[in-house]
């Protein structure tokens, strides 16, 4: 009998084991505070303006125009309204504006919030790199729907309200071309297009993004310890730096942060180097991990102990990131540091100078601007670009002006820059006459010519209307004793036009001195030596049979092949 009881007990245990182990399906019936909307401040505003609503905001955590969030969220101490900021990439046509909180309830408005876009404008556009970017900067230029170069669309790379950075990556641009970019914006605005944009080789320039270099004398750093800002030698120079003398708990917890509420701006780096120069007391040591308060953090050794010495630590910004539930965004990054002691033990003793994000490496050395990757061959070499005005005098034959800065300004605009020169009747020349004694040159002796395979020279002129001109390019080589000459006879009919030929592969009538047995050599060809220096460039303008002179000179460059 006692062992059947002994059964039944374990049956009965087993049971009750079994019901209690079973899925609670019951449904309860939680009144989850709902949001409610009673007022809008308005339905129609710009982009990035601030807008209230009032009504019943309890635990309110996100604003919707549509499925697109609102920025800025704050809502009133009362929860009886909020300010919210209308996002700028939201529908244009409008949206409902969304509210929800915490327990996933929401409200919706019934009408439509229709955003007013602000115009945009440009007010520059930096030369093209082959092969990377260019930026456009302006107002509201985030808003540009297209950008094309030379009627090609190119992409985006990044973008602020005041600039955008555009890959020209897979276009077939050469070095010296001259290109337009023309725009067009979410409002319809008439952009002028930008016309001539110069086309230079890839290049990288040092630059820089300070998250925290204490010049104000400030920190941001809360938790244990002693901080403060001190003035002192940094690696030679004298500045100011954070300094942190407190105790540590190896990896339990940490002395404590510092954190920046600021996004740093990486769009203009190509290579963004997170950076920093630490230093602890010879005989102590310390650390901290670098966090980006959305769950990631990275590490830099686990413990700093330099002896006393400035370090100078510089890693990419992108690697070496752990935890978080989504990869490392740069866009959303607002650099946290975490002073967990961690192999420094219980020391957490540290000098920080500065905390920035760099283009690429950096050592100490670099300075804003220094040139970093990239070719260092000049785009174009200038020959006559006139800018330099004090260079450009007015010539003068006998006591009438021939040629000067000042002349047609009120007719035209200059082809490329500020300036240009003009040749214009003295009444003193026949038929194809020319003013031999009024010319125009460059010395050239010192010019970078051979860092081109295939030069070309060109430049831009304009005749007045109804009158064809005439121009000589005549060059010098070996001192002027080989010399030869290209002759044009633009009619332009008052509009720029281009003119171009290869220095070194076009055949070219010779003017040499052939009075001498070396100059009748000279004499004989057709061609300029590329492996030979080119004296000067010299520019004759005459008159087009018996049309009158009125010709405007621009933009006399040397590049790597055609221009235009």
């Known amino acids: 009998m006692k062992k059947h009881l002994n059964y039944l007990v374990i049956i009965i245990l087993t049971l009750s084991t079994i019901i209690g182990c079973q899925k609670d399906d019951s449904v309860y019936d939680v009144n989850w505070p709902v949001p409610t909307i009673t007022n809008v401040s308005t339905y129609n505003d710009l982009l990035s303006s601030t807008i209230t609503l009032t009504g019943n905001f309890a635990r309110v955590n996100n604003v919707y125009f549509g499925d697109v969030a609102g920025e800025n969220l704050e809502v009133s101490s009362n929860e009886g309204n909020l300010q919210i900021t209308v996002p700028r990439t939201m529908d244009v046509e409008g949206a409902p504006i969304v509210v929800t909180n915490e327990y996933s309830q929401t409200y919706q408005t019934t009408e439509k919030f229709i955003p007013i876009i602000p115009s945009t404008s440009v007010t520059e556009v930096s030369p093209i790199q082959v092969g990377l970017t260019f930026t456009v900067t302006g107002e509201n230029v985030d808003l540009l729907t297209e950008v094309t170069v030379d009627g090609v669309v190119v992409p985006v790379v990044a973008k602020t309200t005041t600039s955008m950075i555009l890959s020209v990556a897979g276009l077939n641009l050469r070095a010296g071309m001259l290109v337009n970019v023309a725009f067009k914006s979410l409002a319809k605005d008439d952009i002028p297009t930008a016309e001539k944009i110069e086309v230079v080789y890839p290049f990288i320039a040092y630059d820089e993004v300070v998250v925290w270099d204490f010049k104000d004398g400030t920190h941001q750093y809360t938790g244990e310890g002693s901080a403060t800002v001190e003035y002192g030698d940094v690696m030679g120079t004298e500045a100011n730096y954070f300094k942190l003398r407190a105790p540590g708990y190896k990896w339990e917890k940490a002395t404590g942060n510092m954190v920046s509420n600021d996004v740093p701006d990486v769009s203009g780096l190509v290579n963004p180097f997170i950076t920093f120069a630490v230093?602890?007391?010879?005989?102590?040591?310390?650390?901290?991990?670098?966090?980006?308060?959305?769950?990631?953090?990275?590490?830099?050794?686990?413990?700093?102990?330099?002896?006393g010495s400035w370090v100078i630590i510089?890693?990419?910004?992108?690697?070496?990131?752990?935890?978080?539930?989504?990869?490392?965004?740069p866009g959303s990054f607002k650099p946290k540091l975490g002073f967990k002691a961690g192999n420094a033990d219980t020391k957490q003793?540290?000098?920080?100078?500065?905390?920035?994000?760099?283009?690429?490496?950096?050592?100490?050395?670099?300075?804003?601007?220094?040139?970093?990757?990239?070719?260092t061959k000049p785009a174009k070499l200038v020959v006559m670009d006139f800018e330099d005005t004090a260079n450009w005098p007015d010539v003068m034959k006998g006591g009438e002006l021939v040629a000067s800065l000042n002349l047609r300004n009120?007719?035209?605009?200059?082809?490329?820059?500020?300036?240009?020169?003009?040749?214009?009747?003295?009444?003193?020349?026949?038929?194809?006459?020319?003013?031999?004694?009024?010319t125009i040159s460059k010395d050239m002796s010192d010019s970078q010519?051979?860092?081109?395979?295939?030069?070309?020279?060109?430049?831009?002129?304009?005749?007045?209307?109804?009158?064809?001109?005439?121009?000589?390019?005549?060059?010098?080589?070996y001192d002027e004793q080989l010399v030869l000459i290209q002759k044009f006879f633009p009619n332009t009919n008052g509009q720029w036009e281009t003119f171009q030929f290869s220095l070194f592969n076009t055949d070219m009538e010779n003017w040499s001195d052939a009075s001498t047995p070396l100059g009748a050599h000279y004499a004989s060809l057709k061609r300029?030596?590329?492996?030979?220096?080119?004296?000067?460039?010299?520019?004759?303008?005459?008159?087009?049979?018996?049309?009158?002179?009125?010709?405007s000179i621009d933009d006399v460059v040397i590049t790597e092949g055609p221009r235009f």
């Not at 510089?314 to 965004?329: A, H, K």
């Not at 007719?411 to 003013?435: A, C, K, M, R, V």
């Not at 051979?450 to 010098?476: C, E, K, W």
């Open 349 to 375: 003793d540290l000098d920080i100078a500065y905390v920035k994000i760099t283009e690429g490496k950096y050592d100490g050395s670099q300075e804003i601007g220094d040139a970093l990757v990239g070719s």
């Open 279 to 307: 230093r602890t007391p010879a005989g102590s040591a310390g650390y901290f991990q670098m966090e980006d308060q959305a769950g990631h953090w990275r590490h830099f050794g686990f413990g700093f102990d330099t002896g």
């Open 314 to 329: 510089s890693q990419p910004l992108e690697e070496g990131w752990q935890g978080g539930g989504d990869d490392f965004n």
């Open 528 to 551: 300029f030596n590329k492996d030979a220096p080119i004296d000067r460039i010299e520019i004759i303008v005459g008159r087009n049979g018996g049309n009158t002179i009125g010709l």
């Open 449 to 477: 010519l051979s860092v081109f395979n295939d030069p070309y020279i060109s430049m831009a002129l304009n005749g007045i209307a109804g009158n064809a001109q005439y121009l000589i390019l005549r060059t010098f080589q």
């Open 410 to 438: 009120n007719d035209i605009q200059p082809f490329f820059g500020n300036e240009f020169y003009t040749y214009t009747d003295d009444g003193s020349l026949g038929n194809w006459g020319g003013y031999w004694g009024q």
